[in-house]
């Protein structure tokens, strides 16, 4: 016997660990494919046919799957989950984005990880009850009102200067956004679609990412 909170709290976590997937491979297309095989002799085949769409609705599953349910988030996450056949029927695959080392931990992402921080971390908050202090949280900003380093705060409707390549930090000086520089921002700092249309409506000077020369 469980109280009511603590149903709801085993359902939340249920729901938050589901995974939708699809598969190419139907009950609809194992139907068909048995009634094809019936004998010329056997007419129910035939008289099935006209009450039978010739396009059969795409099917999405739900499930739980031991390794899925385990792996938390990062948005800048290490392995993906897709759709796969297992055994002839509908299931997921957990396939790797990139090297991974024995002993590192498996990071997929709950959300769509081209949002700005500020949105994924609201999503993550408002979905599945988190603040995301993953790496590239840790170093991209919300604004350039703010410092993304030192958290400073720009004054007099100023606005600080922000990363030349990915546009996603803002440094009130060129030894803030060193400092981010060598602590991890380079790991995860990208030029993408959104950065650069960002750059083209950025009224405020970019930074260099590069170290001077030794």
């Not at 999503?123 to 995301?132: D, E, I, K, T, Y």
């Amino acid at each position: 016997k469980i109280t009511d909170n603590e149903f709801n709290g085993r359902y939340f976590q249920a729901v938050c660990n589901l995974q939708t997937f699809s598969s190419p491979i139907t009950p609809y297309h194992r139907f068909m494919t048995r009634v094809s095989k019936l004998g010329a002799e056997d007419t129910r085949g035939m008289r099935m046919l006209k009450y039978l769409q010739t396009t059969p609705h795409l099917n999405t599953y739900c499930g739980l799957f031991q390794l899925q349910s385990c792996l938390n988030h990062s948005c800048t996450n290490n392995v993906q989950v897709s759709d796969a056949e297992v055994e002839g029927y509908g299931g997921v695959k957990v396939v790797a984005k990139a090297d991974i080392k024995k002993g590192d931990e498996l990071f997929t992402t709950y959300i769509d990880t081209s949002m700005p921080r500020r949105l994924r971390r609201a999503w993550l908050f408002r979905s599945f009850n988190f603040w995301c202090h993953c790496h590239r949280c840790e170093f991209e900003g919300d604004g350039p009102e703010v410092c993304t380093e030192c958290q400073k705060k720009a004054e007099n409707n100023s606005l600080f200067l922000a990363c030349g390549q990915c546009h996603r930090a803002w440094y009130c000086s060129v030894p803030c956004q060193k400092s981010a520089w060598r602590r991890g921002h380079r790991k995860i700092c990208r030029k993408t679609k959104s950065s650069t249309d960002a750059a083209a409506n950025q009224d405020s000077i970019e930074l260099s990412n590069k170290e001077p020369e030794k």
